[in-house]
């Protein structure tokens, strides 16, 4: 977890401001509690959670529309604490990173997340020889995901062109109504990020109150951005389905996460099921939500439920990353048992599996299948004089040092399940 600075509270995310003694409203302290399904709560995965601030990112930076542009920002006050944060994390075995704010997607956007990484690898190979430090995946944000998404919804011009090209019925129209909803805390900002994601260049980003040019709300968008802050083009307007933010007035609805204070649950999730469901009546066409904001992936379920479509959030995104950096546990058999089960399956006798050429034949008086031992054996000897050549030695990789920071109180179980 690749976390902000400034944002949070000292004893849970280890960043922001200590309370002060007997701290009430009007003295400046930030007093964030988690929830489960926040992105920064242990009790949303069910696997080790390890963190590092990452100085130089705040939430004022990256909701700045003209991050991207800045460089002496990147390589003066985002790039040094990026790379010491991410270095941290691969230290302590991350086999994959997040980040604690959706916006952390402007360092994809600007490649600035990439190059820390690379700089960090090549760092870690020659500073430390006796340890194997492994490339975990890095998707900071739900939003990493989200081109290859579209394309599966025919959503993109070139997608377009290509269902245009066979569909006598195709419609422009009917095509470019929106499929894709994203849920965020700042939808100016977010607007603006995704405007500026190469691999999303030429796509029509939407807000609910965005006008066609008849002057009427404009549903032909291919993304729609609904801000949850109740902010849209620097105006406070309502929440699409609301007369306001969600969470009202109070301290700790949606408001709250602005300042980095506690949110309480049966605050927020009525005011997001009001929400959701107004997004589904108003754009009946989106089959796909994401959620983009730290917070709001503890009402995944809500909006799934409101909206009747998937929904992707940055929890599922650590889920798929750690199950794609692990190992698979198949198990392969023996050259005889191999035979064997090709016999079986098949219904042929050895000789007419030898016969057709599906197995190699075994020479006369020889046990076991000679040529697949010798292509095994000359494989074992090259890959030998590989390691020898290179100076490789064994020696424990990263990943299995043990990590005792912020231990999940589902790992027991998780590991039990696993055994």
Same mark, same amino acid.
């Given at each position: 977890m690749l976390r902000l600075e400034g944002w &949070?509270?000292?004893? @849970?995310?280890? @960043?922001?401001?200590?309370?002060?003694?007997? &701290?009430?409203?009007?003295?400046?302290?930030?007093?964030?509690?988690?929830?489960?399904?926040?992105?920064?709560?242990?009790?949303?995965?069910?696997?080790?959670?390890v963190s590092a601030v990452a100085k130089g990112c705040t939430f004022g930076v990256l909701c700045n529309p003209q991050f991207g542009d800045d460089s002496?920002?990147?390589?003066? @006050?985002?790039?040094?604490?990026?790379?010491?944060?991410?270095?941290?994390?691969?230290?302590?075995?991350?086999?994959?990173?997040?980040?604690?704010?959706?916006?952390?997607?402007?360092?994809?956007?600007?490649?600035?997340?990439e190059h820390a990484v690379d700089n960090v690898m090549s760092e870690l190979a020659e500073s430390n020889k006796e340890t194997v430090y492994? !490339?975990?995946?890095?998707?900071?944000?739900?939003?990493?995901?989200?081109?290859?998404?579209?394309?599966?919804?025919?959503?993109?011009?070139?997608?377009?062109?290509?269902?245009?090209?066979w569909d006598p019925g195709y419609c422009e129209d009917t095509a470019s109504v929106c499929k894709v909803v994203v849920y965020t805390s700042n939808g100016d900002s977010c607007k603006a990020l995704l405007k500026a994601i190469p691999q999303l260049e030429g796509l029509n980003i939407i807000t609910p109150y965005d006008k066609d040019k008849a002057g009427d709300v404009d549903k032909a968008g291919d993304v729609l951005v609904v801000g949850l802050n109740g902010v849209a083009d620097g105006e406070q307007r309502p929440v699409i389905g609301l007369d306001g933010q969600v969470? &009202? %007035?109070?301290?700790?609805?949606?408001?709250?996460?602005?300042?980095?204070?506690?949110?309480?649950?049966?605050?927020?999730?009525?005011?997001?099921?009001?929400?959701?469901?107004?997004?589904?009546?108003?754009?009946p066409s989106v089959c796909m939500a994401y959620v983009e904001c730290t917070e709001v992936s503890a009402y995944s379920d809500t909006i799934r439920t409101a909206m009747q479509v998937p929904v992707f959030d940055p929890i599922n995104l650590a889920n798929d990353m750690i199950?794609?950096?692990?190992?698979?546990?198949?198990?392969?058999? @023996?050259?005889?048992? !191999?035979?064997?089960?090709?016999?079986?399956?098949?219904?042929?006798?050895?000789?007419?599996?030898?016969?057709?050429?599906?197995? %190699?034949?075994?020479?006369?008086?020889?046990? &076991?299948?000679?040529h697949l031992n010798n292509e095994r054996k000359l494989a074992i000897e090259k890959q030998e004089r590989h390691i020898k050549e290179l100076g490789v030695v064994k020696v424990k990789r990263a990943r299995e040092i043990p990590v005792k920071e912020e231990p999940s109180c589902k790992v027991a179980k998780y590991s039990a399940a696993k055994g």
């Open positions: &949070g509270n000292p004893t @849970t995310t280890g @960043t922001g401001k200590a309370a002060p003694t007997n &701290g009430n409203k009007n003295n400046a302290y930030e007093g964030y509690v988690s929830l489960p399904g926040d992105i920064d709560d242990k009790d949303s995965y069910e696997y080790h959670f002496e920002t990147i390589l003066e @006050t985002i790039l040094p604490g990026l790379q010491s944060a991410v270095k941290t994390l691969i230290q302590k075995g991350a086999q994959g990173i997040i980040a604690n704010c959706g916006l952390f997607m402007w360092l994809h956007a600007t490649g600035v997340i492994i !490339r975990p995946y890095v998707k900071l944000s739900s939003l990493t995901t989200l081109s290859s998404t579209l394309a599966t919804l025919g959503v993109g011009t070139a997608q377009k062109k290509a269902a245009a090209s969470g &009202g %007035d109070s301290n700790n609805g949606f408001i709250a996460v602005k300042n980095g204070q506690p949110v309480f649950y049966d605050i927020v999730q009525p005011y997001m099921y009001v929400v959701a469901k107004a997004v589904k009546q108003n754009y199950d794609s950096a692990n190992n698979h546990n198949f198990h392969q058999v @023996t050259h005889s048992d !191999r035979i064997s089960q090709i016999h079986k399956t098949l219904n042929m006798p050895v000789n007419t599996l030898i016969k057709n050429n599906i197995i %190699d034949a075994q020479p006369v008086g020889e046990s &076991g299948h000679s």
